[in-house]
């Protein structure tokens, strides 16, 4: 690369000042930079006087009383108290920190809190392995995390700090269960259920990867049938897809995973006369009801009653055989799949009266429409599989449209080599052929509904979520078995349903059905013997409403004071993973809805903006032997990696992938804030990429991140030892100097220096935006800036423009590296002459992080003639030019390239230039 990038593609011209810069003299502050002793003591300030940016107003902590409506509420996904933070915990708590710091110094009443998702399967395993109490080992990981999140300069408004596994939390979390179940929206009932074999529990759909594998274990997922609690989230089908539109602050992405999950399908209920005694009919649903003349066979599902009712004789025993060893299968399993097996009956085409072959097909799925398909493999691409394995007939009834009559007549002649699923017309369909796919679906169900054999229906993939475990470390469903009453739940003031401690865990099954102790209990209603359901709920119940809970966290009447709470709904932004996009955020948007119907909640949608941020990869090394991952010990010369096979030196192959154990490519945060300090991890995971992309952990990049910050260190007190008039110093004796909004500048660089500073405010301010959440971009101005004011001749460091500039570079930084710009704030205002200036902050806060975020003024913007360009070549300063104020980008391209000196450098190799 010839030229080095700031601005676009024209990478090597930067403006410097409006004159040539003078000789740089490099002093050494008398202070050095040292971040183990700066960021400690400010942290303990921070949480001795409860210096943060983030507390609910006093009054709404209360129960009953009301909070403002000017609430700014920023959340990060709480998280899973594993034992130790790892990089994309640093990043996204760096990310959504930044943004409140932001925020609370643009005039918001900023809230933030922090808590724990804290029950789950991974403490039941460390009991198993450890021999340790689940609640022990939670709580003193909850406390090493906490630790960490302090270390790394956060401002969690501690005060509202929850933990899911606390009874004083799931107490509500009980409460919102029976309260599901009083409005018809909790129900248990016998069915086909995911059954992890390893962790030995029930999943919901959503849990099971595209491999058919838990998402936790990762184990394959096996099909059983067991009697379980679920919540009726589809009653709100409608009504969670139809608010996707509202939701303009989340990702495309994220609203298209939503959509495609909630799947709703507009098709027809078509019956199928079976061809028996008893001319029993037999259901399909279908999307493609313009296909109907194309049916060739009838898929079932193995699960269908069918399948034992309808089997012609010498087939259903096999039928059913085959159906039983199939259901067993995972979806994506059963998807991939062309088996079957014919049930040895038809069914009559209800407009043709020919008769379909009706097949057991484990693609068909149960909870798919009615558990059985029409097959028309002409215009399907699964059905066709399915006819080519068992030599059914293929028909073509759609063809593009366009064609002439010599056209389509040579392509229904010829035969199908694969499904044509694309729009056309129909052909080879009675009366219909000729309509376009759109007028023909609707004429065809409008004229079956009239003959009686098919209706309009809507349908939708969604499911009814699962809340059913069968294991220990989970919130107890509060529900009570009762062989006279039935179910009854469990009254209000009983509540909460505690979870025993030191239960023997063995990772088989519940450990509270087999504890007596737990399960017998007396019966609500009617006061005799009775039992506790011994199943606790999915950890995705606690998480989704702890957001309603926060600015209410300690109230111990209810689940929370709606006017203690509303005032803060919806969170303003949430930040958090894109992993969760289907299941935490739709069951969060399902039970805010609801609790909205029931008058406690104001909003219908949980959260007004979502900003998911990419993972961290590391640089992993892999053999190009066998592929194996490398461990970084194993592997010389880290410039061009190589493995040591026998004798010989092999090269590695080096990829960036997501941090893991197994890869060796993680890298614990611990040590790097120890060795660099917390705001240099925090600037490099706002500066090293965009907050929705992947970001590549690299080191040198760290150490470029520190290397700035001892430059800006040395800057300050390069001003204060150094070009500081000792007559303005405050510790001076004489009359103080107090600058305001007033002020101006009096010579040509000292103004040319402030309008950068302005220019800087807005382009930091743009890029800090909550559309746009671009802080490398904010964070390179603010270098740019520093670049600048390090470049100024000592005159100009003396003036009142160069230290008001320095003030706005710690305002602008401040969000981001709260430590460091803390305390050079502080050695500023305490030196300095006092300010009071809307773009530079006021001397009479010490805080810095309780000033103003800086406004710029329109009137300081320097208009000079012409300004400096400085010329580099491979990063080095080769020329200036001067080129008129606000030339266009061809214009500097031009005189660049006349440049003499550039000429010489850049010889017949390819150009690059940047402003």
């Not at 948007?589 to 979502?610: A, N, Y």
């Not at 010329?871 to 030339?887: E, F, M, N, S, Y």
Request: hydrophobic letters at 40%; one cysteine or more.
């Amino acid at each position: 690369m010839l030229f080095r990038s700031v601005l676009g593609r024209f990478a090597n011209l930067r403006v410097v000042s409006q004159s040539l810069p003078h000789a740089r003299i490099r002093l050494l502050s008398s202070q050095p930079y040292v971040p183990h002793d700066v960021e400690p003591r400010w942290q303990k300030t921070w949480q001795q006087h409860a210096v943060s940016a983030h507390h609910v107003d006093a009054q709404a902590t209360t129960s009953g009383a009301k909070g403002t409506n000017d609430s700014y509420y920023a959340l990060t996904m709480f998280p899973y108290p594993s034992g130790k933070l790892h990089m994309g915990h640093v990043r996204v708590y760096a990310i959504s920190d930044c943004i409140a710091r932001i925020k609370k110094m643009q005039g918001h009443r900023v809230f933030h809190p922090m808590g724990w998702d804290a029950f789950g399967l991974p403490a039941e395993n460390a009991a198993i392995e450890r021999g340790m109490d689940p609640a022990k080992w939670t709580y003193e990981n909850i406390e090493q995390m906490k630790s960490q999140l302090l270390r790394l300069g956060t401002s969690f408004d501690w005060d509202k700090e929850l933990t899911t596994c606390d009874p004083s939390y799931y107490k509500w979390t009980q409460d919102l269960f029976i309260k599901l179940y009083q409005a018809g929206l909790a129900y248990q009932k016998e069915a086909v259920v995911n059954w992890d074999p390893i962790d030995q529990t029930v999943l919901a759909n959503e849990q099971v990867d595209a491999q058919g594998r838990s998402w936790r274990s990762g184990a394959v997922v096996e099909r059983k049938m067991m009697k379980q609690w679920f919540f009726r989230i589809t009653a709100f089908s409608e009504a969670l897809l139809n608010d996707l539109e509202t939701l303009t602050g989340w990702p495309d992405q994220v609203r298209l995973m939503q959509q495609n999950w909630i799947g709703k399908s507009i098709g027809a209920r078509v019956e199928f006369t079976v061809n028996n005694k008893a001319r029993s009919k037999l259901t399909v649903f279908t999307t493609r009801p313009d296909t109907l003349y194309g049916v060739t066979y009838i898929a079932i599902a193995p699960e269908h009653p069918a399948v034992h009712e309808l089997g012609g004789r010498g087939f259903r025993q096999r039928a059913a055989a085959f159906a039983a060893s199939r259901r067993n299968a995972s979806d994506i399993e059963r998807a991939k799949t062309s088996a079957g097996m014919y049930l040895g009956t038809t069914v009559a085409h209800p407009l043709t009266g020919e008769p379909l072959p009706i097949y057991v097909a484990p693609y068909v799925l149960p909870t798919y429409g009615e558990g059985a398909v029409m097959g028309v493999p002409g215009h399907d691409t699964r059905d066709f599989a399915f006819a080519m394995e068992h030599n059914l007939p293929i028909r073509r009834v759609i063809v593009p449209a366009g064609l002439s009559e010599e056209e389509t007549t040579r392509l229904l002649s010829g035969q199908m080599r694969e499904a044509f699923v694309d729009d056309g017309v129909l052909v080879n369909s009675g009366s219909y052929s000729g309509l376009p796919v759109a007028k023909a679906q609707a004429k065809m169900v409008e004229d079956a509904s009239a003959a009686g054999f098919a209706t309009s229906q809507t349908t939708y993939r969604l499911r009814d979520w699962l809340v059913s475990r069968q294991r220990y470390w989970g919130a107890p469903i509060p529900m009570v078995h009762c062989d006279k009453c039935g179910v009854v739940p469990v009254p209000a003031d009983q509540l909460p349903v505690l979870l025993p401690r030191n239960v023997k865990i063995t990772g088989k099954g519940s450990p509270l059905a087999s504890l007596d102790e737990f399960t017998s209990c007396s019966c609500p209603r009617c006061r005799g013997p009775a039992r506790r359901d011994s199943d606790t709920m999915d950890t995705f119940v606690d998480s989704s409403w702890y957001f309603l809970r926060f600015p209410d966290s300690k109230n111990d009447k209810q689940m929370f004071d709606p006017a203690v709470v509303n005032p803060h709904m919806p969170v303003a932004i949430y930040v958090g993973g894109i992993e969760h996009a289907i299941l935490h955020l739709l069951y969060s948007r399902f039970v805010t809805k609801f609790l909205h119907q029931q008058g406690l909640v104001s909003c219908s949608e949980p959260f007004r903006q979502l900003l998911t941020q990419g993972m961290v990869h590391g640089k992993t090394y892999k053999s190009s032997i066998n592929g194996r991952f490398l461990k970084p010990t194993e592997v010389e010369n880290a410039e061009q990696p190589m493995e040591i096979v026998g004798s010989e030196r092999v090269p590695v192959t080096t990829c960036w992938e997501k941090m893991s154990k197994s890869k060796y490519n993680g890298v614990d945060p611990e040590p790097i804030m120890e060795k660099y300090g917390a705001d240099t991890v925090r600037l490099f995971m706002l500066f090293k990429a965009p907050p929705e992309a992947v970001l590549e952990y690299d080191v040198n990049d760290i150490m470029g991140q520190h290397r700035w910050l001892n430059r800006l260190w040395t800057l300050v007190h390069d001003y204060l030892d150094v070009h500081l008039p000792a007559s303005e110093s405050a510790t001076s004796g004489g009359a103080p100097v107090v600058l305001s909004d007033a002020w101006r500048p009096s010579s040509t660089e000292e103004s040319s220096i402030v309008g950068a500073v302005q220019g800087t405010i807005r382009a930091v301010t743009a890029a800090v935006d909550v559309e746009t959440h671009t802080f490398n971009v904010a964070i390179a101005r603010l270098m740019e800036l520093s670049n600048l004011l390090q470049a100024a001749s000592p005159d100009c460091k003396r003036t009142h423009g160069y230290y008001l500039a320095i003030r706005s570079l710690l305002l602008l930084l401040a969000p981001m590296a709260p430590h460091i710009a803390s305390e050079l704030w502080t050695h500023l205002v305490s030196r300095a002459p006092r300010a009071s200036v809307a773009w530079a902050g006021d001397s009479s806060l010490l805080d810095v992080l309780s000033q103003r975020w800086p406004m710029s003024d329109a009137s300081l913007v320097h208009t000079a003639d012409t300004i400096s360009i400085v010329l580099t070549v491979d990063g080095k300063k080769r020329d200036v030019i001067q080129v008129p104020a606000g030339a266009d980008a061809a214009t500097i391209e031009r005189a660049a390239l006349a440049s003499d000196v550039v000429q010489r450098f850049v010889s017949d190799r390819r150009k690059r230039i940047a402003k």
